[in-house]
T-cell receptor, first 110, second 109 residues
């Protein structure tokens, strides 16, 4: 099992560009999450999906959109990237309260 | 008040030492408790769940005090490989997990 996979691993964007971060899990989990992690800020929840077909805002949703494409895949879209979105983005899926994280995407917006 | 609070550290301890971290949470409805470990530039990984009666996994012991709303992690006989950031995590019902900002541990030879 690959667990949770994320693509790309690294990305550099210019301000105003758009991109989609991809996440997939092969553990048949219902719930999936997107976090960002910044130095000194800890993990902050952007959006989550409790089950296929549903999405909910987390703590810091502004500037992002998500799509729960199917049970396996949960993507995060930045429509117009800003330097404040420079961060490490982690996707996670969960079962019975335990979360399993992907390896992360390091995004820099210049 | 932050939902989950941890001392950020760093805790610098020699190999073989015993070190303890505490974490406090504000939501009295919290029902599930975990410690995650995060290595530098890596994703967080579950270290252990925390049960009401306390639990042990090798050199690691976790305890929960519901009355005072804190959980603790004790690491005995510290190894160099224990150097990491330890995240305290709580959950109320079916809501998303709430992560603390982490406590950084550095074990020194």
């Amino acid at each position: 099992n690959a667990g949770v996979t994320q693509t790309p691993k690294f990305q550099v964007l210019k301000t105003g560009q758009s991109m989609t971060l991809q996440c997939a899990q092969d553990m048949n989990h219902n719930s999936m999450y997107w976090y960002r992690q910044d130095p000194g800020m800890g993990l902050r929840l952007i959006y989550y999906s409790a089950s296929e077909g549903t999405t909910d805002k987390g703590e810091v949703p502004n500037g992002y959109n998500v799509s729960r494409l199917n049970k396996r895949e949960f993507s995060l879209r930045l429509e117009s990237a800003a330097p404040s979105q420079t961060s490490v983005y982690f996707c996670a899926s969960s079962a019975q309260g335990v979360q399993y994280f992907g390896p992360g995407t390091r995004l820099t917006v210049t | 008040r932050k939902e989950v609070e941890q001392d950020p550290g760093p805790f610098n301890v020699p190999e073989g030492a015993t070190v303890a971290f505490n974490c406090t949470y504000s939501n009295s409805a919290s029902q599930s408790f975990f410690w995650y470990r995060q290595d530098c530039r890596k994703e967080p990984k579950l270290l252990m769940s925390v049960y009401s009666s306390g639990n042990e996994d090798g050199r690691f012991t976790a305890q929960l005090n519901r009355a005072s709303q804190y959980i603790s992690l004790l690491i005995r006989d510290s190894k160099l490989s224990d150097s990491a950031t330890y995240l305290c995590v709580v959950r109320a019902g079916n809501t998303p997990l709430v992560f603390g900002k982490g406590t950084r541990l550095s074990v020194i030879a």
